[in-house]
């Protein structure tokens, strides 16, 4: 099963969010998301557990909790849209004057 967890302090680390699902059952990952130019956290990530049901006890019991002064948010994670995790952008990037009366010289 594969988890969302949103709400998490920067200072937390793959090993701390592994640890805080393992009271729940066998983690199989954790991974923090982290920036790429910075390689700061982005304040989520995802675990995964080998077991659903004990995934869904840990959404149950972690969801709306405090965690590291932050309220957490966590859920089941929803999978990636196709053509990635990035929004596609026509190349149009507009410019020029618009409207303007061509016949209209100065």
Do not use: H, W
């Not at 302090?9 to 982290?34: H, M, P, R, W």
């Not at 990530?45 to 590291?68: C, K, P, T």
């Amino acid at each position: 099963m594969n988890i969302f967890v949103a709400g998490l302090s920067y200072q937390i680390t793959d090993a701390d969010l592994k640890e805080l699902f393992e009271e729940y059952g066998d983690v199989t990952s954790a991974k923090i998301i982290t920036d790429r130019e910075t390689r700061r956290s982005k304040g989520y990530g995802f675990v995964e557990m080998s077991n659903e049901g004990d995934g869904q006890r840990a959404i149950e019991e972690l969801n709306d909790a405090e965690y590291d002064g932050r309220t957490l948010s966590v859920s089941v994670a929803r999978p990636r849209a196709e053509g990635g995790d990035r929004p596609r952008y026509n190349n149009n990037r507009g410019g020029g004057y618009g409207n303007r009366d061509r016949n209209n010289r100065y």
